[in-house]
T-cell receptor, first 114, second 116 residues
């Protein structure tokens, strides 16, 4: 049972390039989340999804897009990367009935935009 | 909007000494409360959570936390720290409505350093 898997683990982008981060979970969770972690800022919610085909904005959504075409996958896209998007990105999933906030976190994707 | 304050950015504790990490929250009602730990280069691991009932919550790795409604606090404690406890600790809150769908609001974290 892999839990939450993030791909890739590391990436360096040039300003203006695009990329997609993949989050895959095998726990049949309804909810999935993308957070970014910056030094001294904790984790901030970018976007989230409460079910297949749904997405919603979190605290810091600008510059990012997401899609949840399949229940097990949640994609985070950067259309035109900026240095301000240099961060560590964490995906989480949860939402089993009766286990509020039983979140499982992935191990993170470290993104550097130069 | 809900918010979480962790007043201490860094804390240094000697191995074997007791530990208390502070967390204060701002929320219209009593939220769900959490403590997570993050070891270097790793994801987040849940230490403990408070939903209701007994205000003293036991977690993994010998940690406990006490919810104090009057102080809007949820401080994390451990009677005797080990070198392996060195990590980043995050307090988080979640709304009671919506069944956890809206995600968590995290504090900025406290970096724990253990002195030999």
């Amino acid at each position: 049972n892999a839990g939450v898997t993030q791909t890739p683990k590391f990436r360096v982008l040039k300003t203006g390039q695009s990329m997609t981060l993949l989050c895959a979970q095998d726990m049949n969770h309804e909810y999935m989340y993308w957070y970014r972690q910056d030094p001294g800022m904790g984790l901030r919610l970018i976007h989230y999804s409460v079910g297949e085909g749904t997405t919603a904005k979190g605290e810091v959504p600008d510059g990012y897009n997401v899609s949840r075409l399949k229940k097990q996958n949640f994609l985070l896209g950067l259309e035109s990367a900026a240095p301000s998007q240099t961060s560590v990105y964490f995906c989480a999933s949860g939402g089993i009935s009766g286990d509020y906030y039983g979140y499982t976190f992935g191990s993170g994707t470290r993104l550097t935009v130069v | 909007a809900q918010s979480v304050t962790q007043p201490d950015i860094h804390i240094t504790v000697s191995e074997g000494a007791s530990l208390e990490l502070r967390c204060n929250y701002s929320y219209g009602a009593t939220p769900y409360l959490f403590w997570y730990v993050q070891s270097p280069g790793q994801g987040l691991q849940l230490l403990l959570k408070y939903f209701s009932g007994d205000t003293l919550v036991q977690g993994i790795k010998g940690f406990e936390a006490e919810f104090k409604r009057s102080q809007s606090s949820f401080n994390l404690r451990k009677p005797s720290v080990h070198w392996s406890d060195a990590a980043e600790y995050f307090c988080a809150v979640g709304a009671r409505s919506g069944g956890g769908a809206d995600g968590l609001t995290f504090g900025k974290g406290t970096h724990l350093i253990i002195q030999p």
